[in-house]
Nanobody, 124 residues
């Protein structure tokens, strides 16, 4: 059974940092692009960051550029999201995803596998 499991969420004060992890099991995702999305209460899910299968290309939403960093360790079948300078508007459930398509993409429809999400809450 293929699973993506997020961890590392929690409650943090504005200006703080968190590091999310997404561990995959059931198959290797070393040749899959990986992405992070988030969904705040009452809002649609939105793209946060993506990384190509090799890690050579990364792509960020404008709202997180310069504050968040996506990375991956293919040997561990894991992708990470380092989140710095967090703001209250970053509060959301964060989801990781894997895409067997051509590369890092912000289009959620191109992702084949999804995790269950981890809550990130940033207090002001």
């Amino acid at each position: 059974q293929v699973q993506l499991v997020e961890s590392g969420g929690g409650l943090v004060q504005a200006g703080g940092s968190l590091r999310l992890s997404c561990a995959a099991s059931g198959r290797t995702f070393s040749n899959y692009a990986r992405g992070w999305f988030r969904q705040a209460p009452g809002k649609e899910r939105e793209f946060v960051a993506a990384i190509s299968w090799s890690g050579g290309s990364t792509y960020y939403a404008d709202s997180v550029k310069g504050r968040f960093t996506i990375s991956r360790d293919n040997a561990k079948n894991t992708v990470y999201l380092q989140m710095n300078s967090l703001k209250p508007e970053d509060t959301a459930v964060y989801y990781c995803a894997a895409s067997g398509g051509v590369g890092a993409t912000s289009l959620s429809d191109l992702y084949d596998y999804w995790g269950q999400g981890t809550q990130v809450t940033v207090s002001s």
